[in-house]
């Protein structure tokens, strides 16, 4: 081990351990337990901001806090773990989201046992995920946080909750297996076997390998960014989900997609990503538009924002397809920003759920009279949502934009057209979330509701809402107090990226000469002579 003390070992094992002695804790309504879970919570995101705070040198590219244990030295699996520029930040976003759910979760009553266990050991799945530095250890965590959303979303959701739970178990299985294969594909290349994550990204792997590997990797990933059409699980997910299984699922769940996307299609199949940049910057296009143009279109709450989780996603794309410093910083930034705006957004609209009985627009209107303590933090959550100057959403969206527009790695009609076509998600964006405020909280109170009384928002729902806003307007006011975080890292990987093209960008790919004795393709084919890549 590289440090004296093994932090990540613990921050991550701690919740799960920790949720083992749920059982047999005496509690049979659910007070102690909840306690217990919401002090679980608390110890772990305090070891994690004094891990990181203590031990963690920000300027530094490599990786950090690494620890190293033989596991199963029979199949090769080490319990790897280490931590950079990428990462750090979204073990610090999983851990104060999943904290500050469990203490959403204080009027849960049916099967809390169960339902805390579930919720400590998702925390320790999520920050396994993004600390994992072998590829196998990776898979693992990532199949252990797939059940306890299945559960979760099965036992505590809505009337269609078994609907949504399977559909979500079986789009993200299916991806799963595309990772396993694509890991077990990698780790046995060559003459080395190795599972190590920094080990194969120095593989010297053809490019026909890695284009297919790439693509295998970007089916498993855009199913849970999501990517369209690969989308659909999440509407109904979110639809169904309780507000703090939504919480985790827009704030955390879906930063796992981006993360991998960036840690390995871009940063260990460089080659691959040449030829794949463009397809991802089109598809940021479509999840941008499709996205919010959908978004307008639903009558449901959780649904609207839904869809509109998978609009602030393409922006993500974006910046991962645009080679430059800037927008991969804006994509990390964008991240980070959307999972503290979305926890936040999704947990007001289980607070309104708990107080209207409904998540239908139509069936709302004027509880600004009787809300205004929610009405006000859904208004300050939807701002930074549409990306208003001075909060995190402008801050990130920004710079994926510049970053984009101003990348040597693309024709300038490409890039014109790019932004052109994502501005209109700008366009539409504070359209239908101001829309959405106006049906809500404006005009004639509900009839349904008149003769009920609506309580407004209670401490501890105004303190969860707080926790996550203030850093996306300390974020918005001076976007340095994030991204010093990993602006080195952010460097180093888009440099990396770049040499890539610059070393590949003039040959003709040849994909059935290397599979076979048929004729080469022509140079035409390449992105280059296609008007897209320089």
Same mark, same amino acid.
């Given at each position: 081990m590289d440090?004296q +003390?093994?932090?990540?070992t613990?921050?991550?094992?701690?919740?799960?351990? /920790?949720?083992?002695?749920?059982?047999?804790?005496?509690?049979?309504?659910?007070?102690?337990?909840?306690?217990?879970?919401?002090?679980?919570?608390?110890?772990?995101f305090?070891?994690?901001?004094?891990?990181?705070?203590?031990?963690?040198?920000?300027?530094?590219?490599?990786?950090?806090l690494?620890?190293?244990?033989?596991?199963?030295p029979?199949?090769?699996?080490?319990?790897?773990?280490?931590?950079?520029?990428?990462? #750090?930040?979204?073990?610090?976003?999983?851990?104060?989201? *999943?904290?500050?759910?469990?203490?959403?979760?204080?009027?849960?009553?049916?099967?809390?046992?169960l339902?805390? &266990?579930?919720?400590?050991?998702?925390?320790?799945?999520?920050i396994?995920?993004f600390? /994992?530095?072998d590829?196998?250890?990776? &898979?693992?965590?990532?199949?252990?946080?797939?059940?306890?959303?299945y559960?979760?979303?099965?036992?505590?959701?809505g009337?269609?909750?078994?609907y949504?739970?399977?559909? &979500?178990?079986?789009?993200?299985?299916?991806?799963? !297996?595309?990772?396993?294969?694509a890991?077990l /594909?990698?780790?046995?290349?060559?003459g080395?076997v190795?599972?190590?994550?920094?080990?194969?990204?120095?593989?010297?792997?053809?490019?026909?390998?890695?284009?297919?590997?790439?693509? @295998?990797?970007l089916? %498993?990933?855009?199913?849970?960014?999501?990517?369209?059409?690969?989308h659909?699980?999440?509407?109904? /997910?979110?639809?169904?989900?309780?507000?703090?299984?939504?919480? !985790?699922l827009a704030?955390?769940?879906?930063?796992?997609?981006g993360?991998? $996307?960036?840690? #390995?299609n871009?940063?260990?199949?460089p080659?691959?990503?040449f030829?794949?940049a463009?397809?991802?910057?089109?598809?940021?296009?479509?999840?941008i538009i499709?996205?919010?143009?959908?978004? +307008?279109?639903?009558?449901?709450?959780?649904?609207?924002?839904?869809?509109?989780s998978?609009?602030?996603?393409?922006?993500? $794309?974006?910046?991962?397809?645009?080679?430059? =410093?800037?927008?991969?910083?804006?994509?990390? $930034?964008?991240?980070?920003?959307?999972?503290?705006?979305?926890?936040?957004l999704?947990?007001?609209?289980?607070?309104?759920y708990?107080? *209207?009985?409904?998540?239908?627009?139509?069936?709302?209107?004027?509880? @600004?009279?009787?809300?205004? *303590?929610? +009405?006000a933090?859904?208004?300050?959550?939807?701002?930074?949502? $549409?990306?208003l100057?001075?909060?995190?959403?402008?801050a990130g =969206?920004?710079?994926?934009f510049?970053g984009? @527009?101003?990348?040597?790695?693309?024709?300038?009609?490409?890039?014109?057209?790019?932004?052109?076509?994502?501005?209109?998600?700008?366009?539409?964006?504070?359209?239908?979330?101001?829309?959405?405020?106006?049906?809500?909280?404006?005009?004639?109170?509900?009839?349904?509701?008149?003769? =009920?009384?609506?309580?407004?928002a209670?401490?501890?729902e105004v +303190?969860?809402?707080?926790?996550?806003?203030?850093?996306?307007?300390?974020?918005?006011?001076?976007?340095?107090?994030?991204t010093?975080?990993?602006?080195?890292k *952010?460097?180093?990987?888009?440099?990396?990226?770049?040499?890539?093209? %610059?070393?590949?960008?003039?040959?003709?790919?040849?994909?059935?000469t290397?599979?076979?004795?048929?004729?080469?393709?022509?140079?035409s084919?390449?992105?280059?002579?296609?008007?897209?890549?320089?």
């Amino acid at each position: 081990m590289d440090t004296q +003390f093994p932090w990540l070992t613990t921050i991550t094992l701690f919740p799960l351990v /920790a949720s083992l002695l749920i059982p047999v804790l005496p509690d049979k309504q659910g007070k102690t337990l909840r306690w217990y879970a919401l002090s679980i919570g608390l110890i772990d995101f305090a070891l994690i901001v004094y891990a990181f705070s203590q031990n963690y040198d920000f300027h530094s590219p490599g990786f950090q806090l690494s620890e190293t244990i033989a596991w199963v030295p029979q199949l090769g699996l080490n319990w790897s773990l280490a931590v950079d520029g990428i990462s #750090m930040p979204l073990v610090v976003l999983s851990g104060l989201v *999943t904290t500050l759910a469990i203490l959403a979760s204080w009027k849960v009553t049916e099967k809390p046992r169960l339902f805390y &266990f579930l919720m400590l050991a998702m925390y320790s799945a999520q920050i396994g995920v993004f600390c /994992a530095q072998d590829i196998l250890l990776f &898979f693992l965590m990532w199949e252990l946080e797939l059940v306890p959303v299945y559960i979760l979303i099965s036992i505590w959701g809505g009337p269609k909750r078994l609907y949504a739970a399977t559909k &979500f178990i079986l789009y993200t299985a299916i991806g799963s !297996i595309f990772i396993l294969v694509a890991a077990l /594909a990698m780790a046995f290349y060559g003459g080395n076997v190795t599972f190590d994550m920094r080990e194969l990204g120095l593989k010297d792997y053809s490019l026909t390998f890695e284009l297919f590997i790439y693509a @295998a990797l970007l089916i %498993a990933y855009g199913v849970k960014l999501p990517i369209f059409p690969l989308h659909t699980w999440l509407p109904d /997910a979110h639809g169904e989900a309780s507000a703090p299984v939504s919480m !985790i699922l827009a704030g955390v769940l879906l930063k796992m997609g981006g993360y991998a $996307l960036i840690r #390995m299609n871009m940063e260990m199949l460089p080659d691959a990503h040449f030829y794949f940049a463009p397809v991802l910057a089109v598809l940021g296009v479509v999840n941008i538009i499709y996205g919010a143009l959908i978004s +307008f279109a639903q009558r449901n709450l959780k649904r609207r924002m839904a869809y509109s989780s998978i609009s602030h996603m393409g922006f993500v $794309l974006l910046g991962i397809a645009s080679y430059s =410093e800037l927008g991969l910083s804006g994509a990390v $930034l964008q991240m980070v920003s959307h999972g503290l705006i979305a926890a936040a957004l999704f947990y007001l609209s289980g607070v309104t759920y708990d107080r *209207t009985h409904t998540l239908a627009l139509d069936k709302m209107g004027g509880l @600004a009279k009787s809300m205004p *303590t929610v +009405f006000a933090l859904f208004t300050i959550g939807s701002m930074a949502s $549409l990306a208003l100057p001075g909060m995190s959403g402008f801050a990130g =969206e920004l710079a994926v934009f510049l970053g984009f @527009a101003t990348s040597d790695s693309y024709t300038s009609t490409f890039k014109v057209v790019v932004v052109l076509l994502s501005a209109v998600g700008l366009i539409v964006t504070p359209v239908y979330l101001l829309s959405m405020l106006r049906e809500m909280f404006y005009g004639t109170e509900n009839e349904v509701l008149k003769n =009920e009384f609506v309580l407004d928002a209670k401490p501890r729902e105004v +303190f969860i809402t707080a926790c996550l806003l203030l850093p996306v307007i300390g974020i918005g006011l001076y976007p340095k107090l994030l991204t010093q975080t990993y602006d080195v890292k *952010t460097v180093e990987v888009a440099s990396h990226a770049r040499s890539a093209v %610059a070393t590949i960008a003039h040959q003709p790919l040849d994909l059935l000469t290397q599979v076979s004795s048929a004729p080469k393709f022509a140079p035409s084919t390449t992105p280059e002579l296609l008007g897209i890549v320089k």
